[in-house]
């Protein structure tokens, strides 16, 4: 299963940007689809997650401004965030849990990441 994420890119303080990330491959199921992200010198850390019936999670710091969407048929998640902020500059990590085959063992997928920064 490979994922690519894109959309990132430079805002100023308050804009707005959309994450796209795609999962393809040899997919026979994918669970959880979410976002993490890692901040220079920061560990990763959850942004926000989707399970495959729609249940959202999101980080404290996000609630309000951004929104996890998820399109099944497409094995795709998007992430809409609204009123960016500095601290929300991060590369941006796509990850799904997923299984090649129903026999098949549940393994964690990681894509390659997208740079966001937030400055004027």
């Known amino acids: 299963v490979q994922l690519q994420a894109c959309g990132g890119g430079l805002v100023q303080p308050g804009g707005s940007l959309r994450l796209s990330c795609a999962a393809s491959?040899?997919?026979?199921?994918?669970?959880?689809m979410g976002w993490y992200r890692q901040a220079p010198g920061k560990q990763r850390e959850l942004a926000a997650t989707?399970?495959?019936?729609?249940?959202?999670e999101y980080a404290d710091s996000v609630k309000g401004r951004f929104t996890i969407s998820r399109d099944n048929a497409k094995y795709m998640i998007m992430l809409q965030m609204n009123s960016l902020k500095s601290e929300d500059t991060a590369v941006y990590y796509c990850?799904?849990?997923?299984?090649?085959?129903?026999?098949?063992?549940?393994?964690?997928?990681w894509g390659q990441g997208t740079q966001v920064t937030v400055s004027s």
């Open positions: 491959g040899n997919i026979f199921s994918l669970n959880t």
């Open positions: 989707i399970t495959s019936s729609g249940v959202t």
């Open positions: 990850k799904t849990t997923g299984r090649t085959s129903r026999d098949a063992a549940w393994l964690n997928y």
